[in-house]
């Protein structure tokens, strides 16, 4: 694949239930990152992934948000006991390894609505 | 803390020239990314600033003044296809911080 891809695009669900966001990051990649961003507003950071370093979870909303990597390939995004203010576009990126001047490559994001 | 200041949104003519500005306030600072996001698609790199001074990319060119915590894009020779938004984002402790975004609104 030449792109970050992400899945599902979009995700209709009711208030209390769990999702799971899924990412594939562009390969050889080391580094990958989580945002969420509101209708209308920017990009705010959840989590990083840097190879096999332990993540920085320090954007994460609230405990019913976690994230998995494993390696170097594949992310999950879990948000269990979905609210309405969980609904927001989720986006992730990659960038070949972690640094300001690496380019990060988004995703399509995936739409999330909670009823 | 990090923050970021845009203008919310602006408003060109086709074939002008328009300059979006950010000013920042972090504690650390490495340089100054610009993204693009069309409406409903992925933000997309623009450019990096690390030092002070002017990057050319093509029609598109980013400023930095580190010492004023003040950088622009600037957009020149003006496409209907530049109607986006076009955010900021500063690099510290392992992270991106964003802008909230400008709308960039481009008439004929």
């Known amino acids: 694949g030449a792109g970050v891809s992400q899945s599902p695009s979009n995700k209709v669900t009711e208030k209390g239930k769990d999702v799971e966001l899924r990412c594939d990051p562009i390969?050889?990649?080391?580094?990958l990152y989580w945002y969420r961003q509101r209708l209308g507003q920017g990009l705010e950071f959840l989590i990083y992934f840097q190879g096999n370093s332990a993540p920085d979870k320090s954007g994460l909303p609230s405990d019913r948000f976690s994230a998995e990597r494993t390696g170097e390939s594949v992310s999950t995004l879990t948000i269990q006991r979905t609210q309405q203010e969980d609904s927001a576009v989720y986006l992730c990126a990659s960038s070949l390894e972690r640094g300001p001047t690496d380019t990060q490559y988004f995703g399509p994001g995936t739409r999330l609505t909670v009823l | 803390g990090q923050s970021l200041e845009q203008p919310s949104e602006v408003t060109a003519v086709e074939g002008a020239i328009v300059q979006i500005n950010c000013t920042y306030q972090t504690s650390g600072f490495y340089g100054l990314s610009w993204y693009q996001q069309h409406d409903g698609g992925a933000p997309t790199f623009l450019s990096y600033n690390a030092l002070d001074g002017l990057e050319e990319t093509g029609r598109f060119s980013s400023f930095l003044s580190r010492s004023d915590s003040y950088g622009y894009l600037l957009l020149q020779e003006l496409q209907m296809k530049d109607s986006a938004s076009y955010f900021c984002?500063?690099?510290?402790?392992?992270?991106?911080?964003f802008g909230s975004g400008t709308k960039l609104n481009v008439k004929p």
């Open positions: 390969s050889g990649h080391t580094a």
């Open positions: 984002a500063v690099y510290n402790f392992n992270k991106f911080y």
